[in-house]
């Protein structure tokens, strides 16, 4: 016989009470994890899109002078050409603190080339890095190896090229390896070639007009990669291409701050169930509290049974808690998006957090009810001596 | 040892006006192993005696002494360790708690002791074999009678073997035959050495006791003091 079989048998002699406590616990927990689990969720899922809209970082050579471009209208203004990065500084961006947070590195090299007696604004790519950097591209017929381009939409269009078209480039003649599916973007104007043969056919060996970087943006912060950037390659301009990414994150920062305050107004009402229910329990048990005072139990003791109960009772409520807020996380991101609900995971902290809120709230909104049962003049709750 | 000095006590309760007196100014000492019946009228103050002499309620003024120890010089803790070593109560009304079985009722003075589980269950039998109740050990309460509920009051009193012994109207819910079994009891447990004090309204029981303290209006008025009859029951006798 210990004070821990006193208290579960309280429990079970109690089980309406018990389960009311219960339930207060769980609806305080499993809505806490319900909510932090769907935020999370979201993260990710809002993550994992924007890493496949591709490069979120742009390197861009360093001017002082403002561009004048506007709806993709050049008027005039800062040349491309005025000024180039150097490539050979390019690896230092693989050595910053975020190193591991970078998914890929495009160097580009651009400039106008001459085809079929055409201006053309020619890019000089690593192919490799495009497939991370932009995803979305189609190419119809093969990707280019060696001396092989491929044209935008519109690009091939104008020139009338098709694939496996040899055409002469500013005098080199090569092969149309795949034309690109209409992007909507400037992309289509363009024609593409591996790096190491733009620089050769533009006369730029050894320097990149732009670099895109694509950061896996989960937990990564953006702003301060930028600076680590911008350390190593003083000469350039480091900037983030973060407005959409600021406005989602935004968005759910005001859906995160207002989810912590219901759950905070939740955890609140179940530990004031608790409270009510054990402050009740206590009066209840008036009669018996001073048997066991009168029988040598110290305050201590009879505190302790009572925080038995809740601790009990909150390891309960935050493992049931955590269950119910999970699967109900699930299920409610299941019916928004599959997508959403493959985001769903199991995370240990969160498990760990929910428990021990459980067993905070539980033991601190069951502080005062077990004072007051220590209190107890067992001659008054007794009653008979 | 354990011998029971009680020193000019006083109780009062409330204030002015409505002040009243319990207990006025009584003093008196029991021997180690002696039985003391204490007698007196509804409201002479027996109860509020006898839960002074638990530990259960501090006089206005006076001291009261088991040995060497000023039992209300103790801060409110260790009072409660003395109740779990010197003290056994057989409250009125039996006073079991109604979820835990006869067993672990007669267990309960003994969850903060440091013993094992095993011993403590060892403890617990051999006071219910005493009081012959072994048979309803895994019963709860409402499942006994009310004879039964007293003998498991008397072996939560006596598990732990503690010195002295105070019973509240340990019969006033009890029949003839069940009254007699009790006090049986209380005056073998006697024999072996308990200091046992008794309140009591029946006089039938009281001369169970070797001395009778009658109180009234709070005051101890002359002992009686008795012979305990060597081969008649007193509740037999008396009715």
Not at chain 1, 73 to 92: C, T, Y
Not at chain 1, 209 to 236: H, R, T, Y
Not at chain 1, 325 to 354: H, P, Q, R, Y
Not at chain 2, 164 to 191: F, Q, S, V, W, Y
Request: charged share 20%.
């Amino acid at each position: 016989m210990t004070l821990k079989d006193i208290a579960i048998k309280n429990l079970m002699r109690r089980k309406g009470k018990a389960f009311f406590v219960l339930a207060g616990l769980v609806i305080g927990v499993a809505t806490v994890v319900g909510i932090i689990s769907f935020i999370e969720a979201m993260t990710r899922d809002i993550n994992h899109k924007l890493e496949k809209f591709g490069a979120n970082i742009l390197i861009v050579p360093e001017t002082k002078n403002l561009p004048l471009v506007y709806g993709g209208m050049n008027l005039g203004g800062v040349s491309f050409e005025a000024r180039e990065i150097d490539q050979s500084g390019l690896s230092e961006i693989r050595t910053i603190k975020n190193a591991a947070n970078i998914a890929a590195v495009g160097p580009v090299v651009l400039g106008t080339v001459v085809i079929e007696g055409k201006k053309v604004l020619m890019a000089g790519i690593d192919f490799d890095a495009t497939h991370v950097l932009k995803p979305w591209w189609e190419i119809k017929g093969a990707a280019p190896s060696g001396s092989e381009v491929i044209a935008g939409a519109d690009a091939a269009e104008t020139l009338n090229l098709s694939v496996n078209q040899i055409i002469s480039v500013n005098g080199e003649l090569l092969r149309v390896a795949g034309i690109l599916a209409s992007t909507g973007s400037q992309d289509d104007h363009l024609v593409f070639t591996a790096l190491p043969v733009a620089q050769n056919l533009l006369n730029k060996k050894g320097v990149v007009s732009m670099v895109e970087v694509a950061a896996l943006c989960n937990a990564c912060p953006i702003d301060e990669m930028v600076n680590q950037i911008s350390g190593k390659l003083p000469g350039a301009r480091t900037m983030a291409i973060q407005q959409v990414v600021k406005g989602r994150m935004e968005t759910l920062g005001q859906f995160t701050r207002f989810s912590y305050l219901i759950s905070g107004i939740v955890v609140v009402i179940g530990g004031m169930i608790v409270l009510v229910t054990f402050m009740g329990s206590v009066r209840e048990r008036t009669r018996e509290i001073g048997i066991f005072r009168a029988i040598g139990f110290r305050k201590k003791h009879v505190m302790g049974m009572t925080f038995m109960e809740a601790g009990i009772l909150s390891v309960l409520g935050g493992i049931i808690g955590y269950g119910l807020g999970f699967g109900a996380t699930w299920i409610g991101a299941g019916v928004l998006s599959e997508g959403l609900s493959k985001m769903v995971a199991f995370d240990l902290t969160l498990a760990v957090g929910a428990l021990s809120l459980a067993v905070i709230v539980g033991l601190a909104a069951s502080a005062y009810p077990a004072f007051m049962a220590a209190q107890m003049d067992p001659n008054q709750a007794l009653q008979t001596l | 040892m354990n011998q029971i000095v009680v020193e000019n006590i006083v109780k009062t309760y409330g204030t002015g006006d409505s002040q009243f007196t319990a207990v006025a100014d009584m003093s008196f000492q029991v021997a180690p192993g002696e039985f003391v019946g204490v007698m007196g009228e509804s409201g002479a103050g027996k109860s509020t005696l006898l839960s002074i002499l638990g530990a259960l309620n501090a006089p206005t003024s006076g001291r009261y002494r088991v040995d060497d120890i000023d039992v209300y010089g103790l801060s409110r803790e260790k009072q409660a360790d003395f109740r779990r070593e010197f003290l056994g109560f057989v409250f009125q009304n039996f006073q079991l708690v109604p979820y835990l079985t006869v067993l672990e009722n007669v267990m309960l003075p003994l969850t903060t002791c440091s013993l094992k589980r095993r011993e403590k269950k060892e403890m617990a039998t051999r006071a219910l074999e005493t009081v012959g109740l072994m048979e309803k050990a895994g019963h709860l309460p409402t499942a006994i009678s009310g004879g039964e509920k007293e003998r498991t009051a008397v072996a939560r009193a006596i598990v732990n073997e503690p010195p002295i012994i105070l019973a509240d109207e340990p019969t006033g819910n009890l029949d003839t035959r069940n009254t007699g079994e009790i006090m049986t009891l209380l005056r073998d447990l006697n024999k072996k050495g308990a200091t046992i004090i008794m309140v009591t309204h029946s006089r039938a029981c009281a001369r169970y006791a070797d001395r009778i303290m009658t109180i009234a209006d709070g005051r101890l008025l002359p002992a009686i003091n008795r012979v305990k009859p060597a081969h008649q029951d007193p509740v037999k006798r008396v009715g």
